[in-house]
């Protein structure tokens, strides 16, 4: 995982989790990262300074990062597990559907086709990709 500072073509900024460094360039490309603010899709990264280690991380994390962003990352697919409703195929009309006052709003994720996701974003329907590691496992990806 690697977290990248991004702002937006409106100069607001945000920071954003991507599975590896291309992720955000296919995702970028494709105008499935947008702006938590304002909704434009037209992001770049940000100048960002390096993560220092230093003396106050656990030992735990020292002598083993994965292990300890893997910790990371269950507890996050707990929490989504626990507070969020899982829609499955459906995540694209729900989303719509809250989005546009037919449904009343709550925490959801599915899936959704790129083209989907792009199709929300167009709309200005608040929604962003969860990172492959946060995923739950009752959640499948579609091609």
Not at 90 to 108: C, D, L, T, V, Y
Not at 114 to 120: G, N
Request: aromatic share 6%.
């Amino acid at each position: 995982m690697i977290r990248y500072a991004l702002i937006c073509d409106h100069e607001h900024e945000f920071e954003a989790w991507f599975r590896n460094s291309g992720d955000f360039d296919v995702q970028a490309g494709a105008g499935l990262v947008e702006c938590p603010h304002c909704g434009s899709t037209h992001v770049r990264k940000a100048i960002m300074a390096p993560a220092v280690s230093t003396s106050r991380k656990s030992d735990a994390a020292k002598a083993d990062p994965q292990k300890a962003m893997q910790e990371i990352a269950g507890k996050i697919r707990s929490h989504i597990s626990k507070n969020f409703d899982y829609v499955g195929e459906n995540f694209a009309s729900e989303a719509r559907a809250m989005h546009s006052g037919e449904k009343p709003e709550k925490p959801i994720y599915g899936e959704t086709t790129a083209e989907e996701s792009k199709s929300l974003a167009d709309d200005g329907v608040p929604c962003a990709p969860l990172p492959d590691p946060f995923v739950p496992p009752q959640a499948k990806k579609l091609n």
